[in-house]
RNA sequence: GGGCCCGUAGUUCAGUGGUUAGAACGAGCCGCUCAUAACGGUUAUGUCGCAGGUUCGAAUCCUGCCGGGCCUACCA
């Protein structure tokens, strides 16, 4: 009921078949940061994550560990929970597809997708393998020189099997799914997965197997419970569950469609082909967008579980920051491009861009106040050319961060704030206010006051990346709680108001000395 | 097999026809001293994957080749 705008974002459900790594937090991470600026910028916000726990991979896993499918999804689904203190993450729900509204709503999109002609029952065909308990494509087979068909070249032998299944009638959805892409292009971003979509799209759909006969770890299809939701019609779903599906009296419905799926480039065609037909079939608004992020890899390698080269982001945190940690997520690769976590270029980042450049930019200052301005923020006084050239580039820096936000281009967005700094750098060394200490105390004064103002302004920016440090700055500047929201963005700090003592917030790191020689 | 993308300084990348190809980090030198030995200035480094072609002119367009990646539907 407040009028402001609204902003739905959310990260991919996580399938409890593995336990959370550098994946996981990136992507949250960037629903996170997102979350976080849009709260800052005066949007009702609303950010979701979860867990997806049904299927038959679990149903074995858990079988395997000793469990009831819901005790092992109880205890892996913790885990996901536990990610969020580590990382700081601020969601606003926390869905599993476990839960009762979860079923209701999956049951609800079935039954109106049956009144709309859009399911039917027929009969799921395939080859396949009793071994690997799956199925496998016609093109995934081959017939082997002893007449043998079999998965792959070496794989086990398959037989032809049809069991009863309901479809989607996918296929009457090719046409209207590219009209859709077309009249809304930032559907799906980044540019080079939209083409993938629309290639496969082009390509003609299949009508889709929605249901299971195979096993029971699932949502029952109403009216004939033998057969079990297929896992993503019921995984997708959660994004319109947590709005109260199918109450659209429920007051969370005001955030659908959402504004935001952030997702793996490994699962963009369930999101951007199957999520936008299944909505439109059942009447319900599509998602606005949907930004399937890279894979991380370390040092070079690609990340398995045989090389135990996995980054565990409680380790990562503990040993360089959180906010480091996350800085770099952000800034090292371009958002939706792969990227390679390296150690060195860690560092690299945390000595060179928090350390010395803002880090010790607001150090540099902040000491100056203290011994100078008796631990007060100095009067602004005339301002000259320069100071007024510093004091615009860091206002422009709002609308600048703004635009690379909505395109969700972070490490865009914090290049434009590390120029700012050094800018501010810069500025500090030719106006060198301790000289200017002994020569022209009001001069020093207003100089001062520049770089503290133009040090609020990035650092009320810097914020959703780095919560906890930005609190440090913007308690250093005396800044009150209710002045860090951007509608404060042009809120100047005031002259005289009492400083507490500067403290370090970004510490070099320096890697552990080896063994004395 | 078909489709799409990429290969530019030690490193990560920007640059899609037009002056001597840019940035950051790293390296050298100089300056400063407020600061987390931080900051500033400055210098250097490239046959722009290879070979042809189009053009007055190509990193940028075309062709071929070499190398790498992704997609080619019902395991998430």
């Given at each position: 009921?407040?009028?402001?705008?609204t902003?739905?974002?959310?990260?991919?459900?996580?399938?409890?078949?593995?336990?959370?790594?550098?994946?996981?937090?990136?992507?949250?991470?960037?629903?996170?940061?997102?979350?976080?600026?849009?709260?800052?910028?005066?949007?009702?916000?609303?950010?979701?994550?979860?867990?997806?726990?049904?299927?038959?991979?679990?149903?074995?896993?858990?079988?395997?560990?000793?469990?009831?499918?819901?005790?092992?999804?109880?205890k892996?689904?913790?885990?996901?929970?536990?990610?969020?203190?580590?990382?700081?993450?601020?969601?606003?729900?926390?869905?599993?597809?476990?839960?009762?509204?979860?079923?209701?709503?999956?049951?609800?999109?079935?039954e109106?997708?049956?009144?709309?002609?859009?399911?039917?029952?027929?009969?799921?065909?395939?080859?396949?393998?009793?071994?690997?308990?799956?199925?496998?494509?016609?093109?995934?087979?081959?017939?082997?020189?002893?007449g043998?068909?079999?998965?792959?070249?070496?794989?086990?032998?398959?037989?032809?099997?049809?069991?009863?299944?309901?479809?989607?009638?996918?296929?009457?959805?090719?046409?209207?799914?590219?009209?859709?892409?077309?009249?809304?292009?930032?559907?799906?971003?980044?540019?080079?997965?939209?083409?993938?979509?629309?290639?496969?799209?082009?390509?003609?759909?299949?009508?889709?197997?929605?249901?299971?006969?195979?096993?029971?770890?699932?949502?029952?299809?109403?009216?004939?419970?033998?057969?079990?939701?297929?896992?993503?019609?019921?995984?997708?779903?959660?994004?319109?569950?947590?709005?109260?599906?199918?109450?659209?009296?429920?007051p969370?419905?005001?955030?659908?469609?959402?504004?935001?799926?952030?997702?793996?480039?490994?699962?963009?065609?369930?999101?951007?082909?199957?999520?936008?037909?299944?909505?439109?079939?059942?009447?319900?608004?599509?998602?606005r967008?949907?930004?399937?992020?890279?894979?991380?890899?370390?040092?070079?390698?690609?990340?398995?579980?045989?090389?135990?080269?996995?980054?565990?982001?409680?380790?990562?945190?503990?040993?360089?920051?959180?906010?480091?940690?996350?800085?770099?997520?952000?800034?090292?690769?371009?958002?939706?491009?792969?990227?390679?976590?390296?150690?060195?270029?860690?560092?690299?980042?945390?000595?060179?861009?928090?350390?010395?450049?803002?880090?010790?930019?607001?150090?540099?200052?902040?000491?100056i106040?203290?011994?100078?301005?008796?631990?007060?923020?100095?009067?602004k006084g005339?301002?000259?050319?320069?100071?007024?050239?510093?004091?615009?580039?860091?206002?422009?820096?709002?609308?600048?961060?703004?635009?690379?936000?909505?395109?969700?281009?972070?490490?865009?967005?914090?290049t434009?704030?590390?120029?700012?700094?050094?800018?501010?750098?810069?500025?500090?060394?030719?106006?060198?206010?301790?000289?200017?200490?002994?020569?022209?105390?009001?001069?020093?004064?207003?100089?001062?006051?520049?770089?503290?103002e133009?040090?609020?302004?990035?650092?009320?920016?810097?914020?959703?990346?780095?919560?906890?440090?930005?609190?440090?700055?913007?308690?250093?500047?005396?800044?009150?709680?209710?002045?860090?929201?951007?509608?404060?963005?042009?809120?100047?700090?005031?002259?005289?108001?009492?400083?507490?003592?500067p403290?370090?917030?970004?510490?070099?790191?320096?890697?552990?000395?080896?063994?004395?020689?």
């Open positions: 009921m407040s009028g402001r705008s902003f739905y974002v959310t990260t991919p459900i996580y399938y409890v078949n593995d336990v959370p790594h550098i994946g996981h937090a990136y992507a949250t991470l960037a629903c996170d940061v997102m979350a976080r600026f849009k709260r800052l910028d005066g949007y009702d916000v609303h950010f979701l994550t979860g867990t997806d726990e049904h299927g038959q991979k679990v149903e074995k896993a858990a079988e395997a560990a000793g469990l009831s499918p819901q005790a092992f999804t109880d892996v689904s913790q885990s996901f929970r536990d990610l969020i203190g580590v990382m700081n993450f601020s969601p606003d729900g926390f869905i599993r597809t476990t839960e009762k509204r979860h079923y209701a709503a999956c049951q609800a999109l079935w109106k997708l049956v009144a709309a002609g859009a399911i039917y029952l027929g009969k799921y065909a395939g080859w396949y393998s009793v071994r690997d308990e799956a199925y496998y494509a016609d093109s995934e087979t081959e017939v082997g020189t002893d043998k068909r079999r998965a792959g070249p070496v794989g086990n032998d398959v037989e032809w099997v049809e069991e009863p299944s309901y479809f989607f009638k996918l296929s009457a959805w090719g046409d209207r799914l590219l009209e859709f892409y077309d009249k809304h292009p930032r559907f799906i971003a980044p540019d080079s997965r939209r083409n993938e979509v629309i290639s496969f799209v082009k390509g003609g759909l299949q009508d889709l197997s929605v249901s299971r006969t195979s096993f029971s770890w699932g949502i029952p299809v109403p009216g004939d419970p033998k057969h079990i939701m297929y896992v993503w019609l019921d995984a997708l779903t959660n994004y319109i569950t947590e709005c109260g599906y199918p109450d659209e009296s429920n969370l419905w005001r955030f659908w469609p959402a504004d935001l799926h952030i997702i793996g480039k490994d699962i963009i065609r369930f999101h951007c082909v199957f999520w936008p037909a299944f909505l439109m079939a059942a009447g319900v608004p599509p998602p967008r949907v930004f399937a992020s890279g894979w991380w890899t370390t040092e070079g390698q690609k990340i398995s579980k045989s090389l135990g080269n996995a980054i565990d982001p409680v380790a990562a945190t503990a040993e360089f920051g959180l906010d480091p940690f996350r800085y770099f997520l952000l800034r090292e690769v371009p958002f939706g491009n792969d990227g390679d976590f390296q150690r060195r270029a860690l560092i690299g980042r945390l000595n060179a861009d928090l350390a010395n450049s803002y880090g010790n930019l607001c150090q540099r200052v902040l000491s106040v203290a011994k100078n301005c008796d631990g007060k923020v100095p009067p005339t301002l000259v050319a320069a100071d007024a050239a510093l004091l615009d580039r860091a206002k422009g820096l709002l609308a600048v961060v703004r635009a690379e936000f909505d395109e969700q281009a972070f490490h865009r967005a914090l434009s704030i590390w120029e700012v700094i050094a800018d501010a750098n810069r500025y500090v060394d030719a106006q060198a206010p301790w000289a200017l200490a002994k020569t022209d105390p009001v001069r020093r004064d207003t100089v001062l006051w520049v770089l503290a133009t040090i609020r302004r990035i650092t009320l920016l810097v914020q959703p990346f780095m919560p906890d440090s930005t609190a440090k700055i913007l308690d250093q500047l005396a800044v009150p709680a209710d002045a860090r929201a951007f509608a404060a963005f042009d809120r100047e700090l005031e002259a005289g108001t009492v400083l507490p003592k403290q370090g917030v970004f510490p070099r790191f320096a890697e552990p000395a080896a063994a004395a020689s």
